[in-house]
């Protein structure tokens, strides 16, 4: 099978789940399984070849949605947090192979500034993304205020929604979960010019000495009439519509203590007592 039409058949299944023209399409994904069958049934054959087939990828994403909408690719890295210097162009993600195969490969995609949680953007917006300035990581002046304020939609690929779904954080950061507060992280930051200074950007981090896992099902946003769930062969596929899920999350976390999302040992959300951990900030957030 050629290149194309495998990809092809992939783009049929993208619009089945609902992604179309003029959206604003934030993924998230493992492509690990989606290459090694592409390599299989296109008889890929090298890293050239693999290159190859991940440029025609992105070029059929860019093609579906075109240039009315907004690809975002998470290039998340929490290096910064552990006194590593942050380079806006070279400073590789922790969060998936394609989204660092996007940054070091795909001129046309701008990042983001946020040293923790950065996009590569593509798009009618990707100027205005590039140019936010949020200190805080999931903040109303952030990325994920974006997507949210403008029905922006989350492509999963392949990823369990607990592993991926880093919406809740902005969602919990708007309403004030009381388990997490607002921490400072401060290193050298060069930006896309090469300028290199002392930065200070805010996380609102869990509280540590409370115990949780993550428990999230796959079909808790699709239970709830906001996402849908697709396949492509053996990939799995989701596409959640972030502003209809804004609600769904407050109102689980709000009533019924996140166990949509949390398992907490010992500990239930108290609103009424508000934060169980002091902020350790120097701006007002």
Request: glycine share 6%.
């Amino acid at each position: 099978m050629e290149i194309g039409q495998y990809i092809d058949s992939l783009m049929d299944e993208l619009v089945d789940l609902g992604v179309k023209k003029g959206d604003i399409l934030y993924i998230s994904s493992d492509v690990t399984l989606l290459t090694l069958d592409a390599c299989r049934q296109c008889a890929l054959k090298g890293k050239k070849d693999i290159d190859l087939f991940y440029h025609a990828l992105t070029d059929s994403i860019q093609k579906l949605v075109s240039d009315e909408g907004t690809l975002m690719f998470p290039v998340f890295t929490w290096s910064f947090c552990r006194n590593i210097p942050y380079d806006s162009k070279t400073t590789q993600g922790e969060v998936g192979a394609f989204s660092n195969w996007i940054l070091n490969n795909r001129t046309d995609f701008k990042r983001t500034a946020h040293p923790l949680y950065s996009f590569m953007v593509w798009g009618r917006d990707a100027d205005k993304l590039a140019l936010m300035t949020n200190r805080t990581a999931w903040g109303k002046d952030s990325p994920f205020a974006y997507l949210h304020e403008n029905h922006g939609k989350n492509l999963i690929i392949n990823v369990s929604l607990s592993g991926s779904f880093t919406f809740l954080h902005y969602v919990e950061e708007s309403i004030h979960v009381p388990h997490r507060y607002f921490k400072d992280f401060h290193g050298q930051y060069v930006d896309s010019t090469g300028n290199c200074e002392e930065r200070t950007y805010t996380m609102f981090v869990r509280d540590l000495d409370i115990e949780s896992k993550q428990v999230t099902p796959d079909d808790c946003l699709v239970n709830a009439n906001v996402a849908k769930k697709g396949s492509f062969g053996k990939v799995s596929l989701q596409l959640v519509d972030l502003a209809g899920a804004f609600p769904v999350i407050e109102d689980n976390l709000k009533h019924n203590n996140g166990d949509c999302w949390y398992d907490f040992m010992g500990y239930r959300l108290d609103w009424e007592k508000g934060q169980t951990h002091p902020n350790e900030t120097s701006m007002e957030v």
